[in-house]
């Protein structure tokens, strides 16, 4: 089974650098990504019509517009059982305690340590 990511950060790099960091599982169709650049454009994937059935969200937590703290109480009033984990770079213990209470899964700290990153998707993503 191939698990389906949305990746919500409002820089423009982040996609390019999640999908080198990514390539292989990519390549082997073990994980496909999807972005927005901002919570709004996240909760039109998640909650559209025509939405990917989305398996994980990961999201910056500091995005102009909607926050990802925001973006995070939203997709779990609507979405409960979707697991979520936040990027951030401010990753002190009150950030932290602030995103698992709003039903975070995990925080991962930038810059991105995507070996990190990959050990802990491979909780969620079941491999071919």
């Not at 994937?45 to 925001?70: E, K, Q, T």
């Amino acid at each position: 089974m191939t698990t389906s990511i949305l990746m919500v950060d409002d820089e423009p790099d982040a996609e390019v650098l999640f999908r080198q960091n990514f390539r292989k599982e990519i390549r082997k169709k073990e994980l496909i990504f999807h972005f927005a650049q901002s919570g709004n454009a996240a909760l039109d994937l998640i909650c559209g019509d025509d939405a990917p059935l989305i398996l994980l969200l990961l999201s910056d937590i500091n995005m102009p517009g909607m926050s990802g703290m925001d973006l995070l109480s939203e997709v779990k009033s609507r979405k409960p059982e979707l697991p979520v984990i936040m990027i951030t770079a401010y990753g002190d213990e009150k950030t932290e305690a602030e995103a698992k209470a709003k039903g975070a899964d995990q925080l991962v700290a930038k810059p991105v340590d995507f070996n990190f990153l990959k050990a802990t998707l491979n909780n969620y993503w079941v491999e071919n």
